[in-house]
């Protein structure tokens, strides 16, 4: 079975709301309606009804059973634009301000989540990822003792040979553009757990990736890594992880054996953490380009999830990451 196969059985077993606030847009309407059907979710569409029933009936699409609403004319909305002020009065917001930002369904579908009327969100078939991670960032804000939001790349590979059974795990490639030693260091440790609770690895092998393995070069971009892996053993003495590793070192086991020899991860990482924005963005799309891998992305650290998508995606990877973000909700 598929690793998206295997997470979609998981969330058929405990059903779970997702809003999705592009809720007029064409792929997500369509998305609502697969997702029903098999089983994952109870999604929530968010616009005008109207706008919403003519873009069904135009794809001859059944939207019997989804909830939509609609933050213009809501009755949750002052309840909402109320819990918005008080969350971010000290950053300036106004009571009117809360009224208006209320009224735009990414805001009103964040605040659904932190109330609880929702248990995630997808969204970002129309909006950029810097505008869906935004008010996320503001309002549901991080999980207990997790400093920051991060992401982790999923990727299924042909070649099962690598990582676990062909999947690996890498971290960030979505949010974080530089981060600091420490912050490198909570990126290693949520992605560790996304391996372990969204993927099913029993067994997360953590390699904090560089140009260096294991001081074989001296440069201020390796000492952050080996600063990073340091902070890592601190937060987490019991998670199998190692630094720092070239790419080859953490998943070759020959390669491993003449640069790592006696490293409890390299040549067998299955989780992957790159030094910088630029790296891991760049390295997931030669995996799946070049490696020919399926890849799917979701965000890490939020206290509730919420999953980005990319403008250019398709219907099934919005199903996907409504399955994905269900799961990280049970
Ligand atoms: N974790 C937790 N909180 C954060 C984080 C984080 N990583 N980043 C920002 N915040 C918080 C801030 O503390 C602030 O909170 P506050 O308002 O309560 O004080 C709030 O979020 C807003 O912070 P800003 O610094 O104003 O936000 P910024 O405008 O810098 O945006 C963002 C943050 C959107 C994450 C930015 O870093 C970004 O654009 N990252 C890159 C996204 C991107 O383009 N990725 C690549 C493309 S995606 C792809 O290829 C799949």
């Known amino acids: 079975m598929s690793m998206i196969e295997m997470i979609k059985d998981k969330a058929r077993k405990n059903v779970k ?15 609502a309606a697969e997702i029903l059907k098999e089983g994952l979710a109870e999604p929530i569409l968010l616009g005008n009804p109207e706008a919403i029933k003519a873009e069904a009936e135009k794809q001859g699409v059944d939207l019997a059973g989804i909830c939509t609403a609609d933050p213009e004319t809501s009755e949750k909305a002052p309840a909402y634009s109320e819990a918005l002020y ?15 930002l209320v009224k735009d369904p990414m805001y009103y579908g964040i605040m659904m989540v932190k109330s609880g009327d929702a248990d995630g ?5 129309v909006h950029s990822t810097g505008d869906m991670l935004r008010p996320a960032l503001q309002i549901i804000k991080t999980k207990p003792g997790i400093k920051i939001v991060s992401s982790s790349f999923l990727m299924d590979c042909p070649n099962k040979d690598l990582g676990e059974d062909g999947l690996l795990v890498y971290a960030d490639c979505v949010v974080m553009p530089n981060p600091t030693a420490e912050e490198l260091a909570y990126i290693a440790i949520a992605a560790a757990d996304t391996a372990k609770t969204l993927c099913g690895i029993e067994e997360p092998r953590v390699a904090m990736l560089s140009f260096s393995t294991k001081g074989s070069a001296k440069h201020e971009l390796v000492t952050k890594v080996q600063e990073a892996t340091a902070f890592a053993h601190e937060l987490a003495p019991d998670l199998l992880l190692d630094g720092e590793l070239q790419f080859d070192a953490a998943l070759n086991p020959e390669v491993a054996a003449l640069k790592a020899k006696g490293s409890p991860v390299a040549g067998r990482a299955n989780v992957l953490i790159f030094p910088d924005l630029q790296a891991g963005n760049i390295g997931y799309k030669i995996t799946q380009r070049i490696g020919g891998a399926e890849c799917f992305a979701v965000l ?17 990877d919005i199903v996907n990451t409504v399955a994905m973000t269900a799961v990280q909700a049970q």
């Open 17 to 31: 709301r997702i809003v999705l606030p592009e809720g007029t847009e064409p792929r997500t309407v369509a998305a």
């Open 121 to 125: 969100l997808v969204s970002g078939a």
């Open 86 to 100: 008080e969350l971010r009065k000290t950053k300036g917001v106004t009571p009117e301000a809360a009224e208006q």
């Open 300 to 316: 890490q650290g939020l206290a509730k999830p919420c999953n980005d998508l990319s403008r250019g995606c398709s219907v099934e």
